[in-house]
């Protein structure tokens, strides 16, 4: 590929991208939301670009960066290791943040160490929440577990996603069953990568950044 024809290339975000050489140690998280948004952002899947999901009913902000990680995707594995789950939900796996700088920009790409996980379930879909740490971060990125993460921010994290589409007088069917810890996010990992593979197999895209 020329430099003219690369200059004019924009890979997908979901199909484009790889998830990382060390997954699942080390991955690429592709930020959609940040901390400072009341509109739920997410990518189109036809497009690849950032498109307007809706505005938030609430004033619950996120906690977080909030994205997926590339070449993921919430199939049969992925909801095997939720109990309670029917089905995956159909996407690429999400992916919660934690930086100690503010960034305050979306369409970012950030390499990220997870520490665990949220387990999930979202009208029976299994909905995991994957937990990390911006690598480099100077206070944040020595992380290891999800011990090393205060409770209060685990806590907002859980009421983030427990009540950011609650409608006043509607039951919500959405339940957070338990935190995990790094081991356990490394297998959902591993299972959404298994998962994609099945369901896309290697057409999604040959390029490798």
């Not at 957070?176 to 490394?186: F, W």
């Amino acid at each position: 590929m020329t430099h003219a024809q690369f200059h004019h290339f924009r890979p997908h975000p979901w199909h484009g991208l790889p998830a990382g050489p060390q997954a699942p140690e080390r991955v690429s998280a592709y930020i959609e939301i940040t901390p400072f948004d009341l509109v739920k952002y997410e990518v189109d899947k036809a497009s690849g670009y950032l498109r307007v999901d809706r505005p938030q009913r609430t004033s619950s902000q996120p906690p977080s960066l909030y994205g997926f990680i590339p070449r993921t995707y919430c199939g049969t594995r992925v909801c095997g290791l939720s109990e309670g789950s029917q089905r995956g939900d159909g996407d690429p796996l999400d992916i919660c943040v934690i930086s100690e700088r503010p960034i305050a920009r979306a369409e970012v790409l950030l390499t990220v160490r997870p520490v665990g996980g949220l387990q999930m379930i979202d009208h029976g879909e299994a909905d995991d929440k994957i937990v990390a740490v911006l690598e480099g971060d100077l206070i944040w990125g020595a992380a290891q577990t999800i011990a090393e993460i205060p409770a209060i921010l685990l806590e907002r994290l859980q009421h983030y996603f427990l009540t950011y589409k609650l409608v006043p007088g509607q039951q919500e069917a959405v339940a957070i069953r338990r935190v995990y810890d790094r081991d356990h996010a490394a297998r959902v990992i591993v299972a959404a990568q298994e998962d994609y593979l099945e369901q896309f197999g290697n057409e999604a895209s040959s390029t490798e950044l």
